[in-house]
């Protein structure tokens, strides 16, 4: 069986920084604290994993690499002298002049100018800085030693540097209430973003917060509370300038994340790290999530790095069209109608066209010749629609054309 990114060229990387000051109780991510003192062995780890992926796929090296992103854990937590280590390392082996977009996501707290001045320097370009809500006594209650004042004086300084900033917030928090939300959301507003992600709260089996949930210590919102803030929140990101094109993410026009849209649309990218997934049109596969695993395998540059896969899954071309459809309805642009017939000529029958046209005229879809969207009460309700959606395709897809990946 071939391998992952044995034909092409990753087109964009994500690189997984694992370490965190504290892990917030909603986490799910492969985040751990208390775990610093092994960052240089987990830097050199991590180097040598990228060598060891250029390596055993000669074709990569010098690729042209469009969009970088780090994410975590706490990114922002690289030590400096190693991030440095870690850029002059890519451009050795990728193609980066003409990279449009490295992404560094941000817990703020403990910046100085000196952070700002590297990152810049070893050219991060966008900051994606983890806000979530502002108020400290909430955060603190979620293990999340934030406060308002250090993410206030974070955004004065920030756009000095870099100027591409983005405020990820979470709505359906336990213990934040109207009052709460909105004074978050105009204080955001008053920042000088270029863009703004929301994300509904997701409780996660074995956190923290599950477990106080599920044991009652724990309150979250109505869900009418919080799909009332969200239709709130969007309709104030669009008097500010911020325009919707996903469900999740509002931007000022030209300044949508590039590396994002690229998830979105099944661009094929590699990830380096513990957890970190990868997909190359055709396979996706993710590292196992062990730390001392991974810094005993990546020890040296020469390991195998298909070996510490955890996971590795060749997509069927049911799944693509299925991705497809969940990953092209989340934007705003909607899903190509003759794409979807590409794919799959289901897509022009008679059952799809009666789900598509009930779904429209409940008010969940919009539909033009060319694309059906989400609604905004469709977006709510946005995985019950490409469930209904999908049901219509149901039948027989041995005639369905294979995209050329």
């Known amino acids: 069986m071939p391998h992952p990114?044995?034909?092409?060229?990753?087109?964009?990387?994500y690189i997984h920084w694992p370490f965190c000051?504290?892990?917030?109780?909603?986490?799910?991510?492969?985040?751990?604290?208390?775990?610093?003192?092994?960052?240089?062995q987990y830097h050199e780890a991590l180097c040598n994993e990228i060598r060891s992926f250029v390596a055993s796929r000669p074709h990569t090296f010098g690729a042209p690499i469009k969009t970088i992103f780090l994410g975590g854990g706490t990114p922002s937590l690289y030590p400096?002298?190693?991030?440095?280590?870690?850029?002059?390392?890519?451009?050795?082996?990728?193609?980066?002049?003409?990279?449009?977009e490295i992404s560094l996501e941000v817990n703020p707290g403990g910046q100085t100018d000196d952070h700002f001045g590297?990152?810049?320097?070893?050219?991060?370009?966008?900051?994606?800085?983890?806000?979530?809500?502002?108020?400290?006594?909430?955060?603190?209650?979620?293990?999340?030693?934030?406060?308002?004042?250090?993410?206030?004086?974070?955004?004065?300084?920030?756009?000095?540097?870099?100027?591409?900033?983005?405020?990820d917030c979470i709505i359906g928090l336990p213990g934040v209430d109207d009052v709460c939300w909105r004074d978050t959301v105009e204080?955001?507003?008053?920042?000088?973003?270029?863009?703004?992600?929301?994300?509904?709260?997701?409780?996660?089996?074995?956190?923290?917060?599950?477990?106080?949930?599920?044991?009652?210590?724990?309150?979250?919102?109505?869900?009418?509370?919080?799909?009332?803030?969200?239709?709130?929140?969007?309709?104030?990101?669009?008097?500010?300038?911020?325009a919707q094109y996903e469900i999740s993410n509002f931007a000022v026009p030209g300044f949508e994340s590039i590396h994002n849209r690229g998830y979105w649309d099944r661009t094929s990218y590699y990830?380096?790290?513990?957890?970190?997934?990868?997909?190359?049109?055709?396979?996706r596969c993710a590292n196992k999530k062990k730390l001392t695993g991974y810094l005993q395998h990546f020890s040296t540059p020469t390991a195998e790095v298909k070996t510490w896969y955890g996971s590795i899954e060749k997509l069927t071309h049911e799944q693509k069209i299925l991705e497809e459809l969940m990953l092209g309805l989340r934007q705003r642009t909607g899903v190509g109608l003759h794409r979807m017939v590409y794919l799959c000529p289901l897509a022009q029958s008679q059952p799809f066209g009666e789900v598509r046209d009930r779904l429209v005229a409940e008010g969940?879809?919009?539909a033009s010749e060319t694309h059906i969207r989400l609604t905004p009460k469709g977006q709510i309700f946005e995985n019950e629609v490409v469930v209904q959606l999908s049901g219509g395709l149901e039948g027989d897809h041995s005639n369905c054309e294979r995209p050329k990946d």
């Open 5 to 13: 990114f044995s034909r092409i060229a990753p087109l964009m990387l």
């Open 21 to 40: 000051a504290a892990k917030c109780h909603y986490c799910d991510f492969v985040a751990m604290q208390d775990h610093h003192n092994f960052a240089r």
């Open 80 to 100: 400096l002298p190693l991030l440095k280590e870690l850029f002059s390392l890519l451009r050795s082996l990728f193609d980066l002049s003409n990279t449009e």
């Open 118 to 167: 590297t990152w810049r320097d070893v050219g991060i370009n966008r900051l994606s800085v983890g806000v979530q809500v502002l108020d400290d006594a909430i955060l603190a209650k979620l293990n999340r030693p934030q406060k308002k004042a250090e993410v206030l004086e974070f955004f004065e300084r920030a756009p000095h540097f870099i100027s591409n900033l983005s405020a």
């Open 187 to 242: 204080t955001t507003l008053s920042w000088p973003l270029k863009h703004t992600s929301l994300y509904f709260l997701t409780i996660h089996e074995n956190t923290p917060l599950y477990h106080g949930v599920k044991a009652g210590t724990i309150t979250i919102p109505r869900d009418e509370q919080v799909l009332a803030q969200y239709a709130w929140t969007v309709q104030r990101y669009a008097q500010a300038g911020l």
């Open 271 to 283: 990830g380096f790290g513990i957890g970190a997934a990868s997909y190359d049109g055709t396979y």
């Open 364 to 366: 969940y879809l919009e």
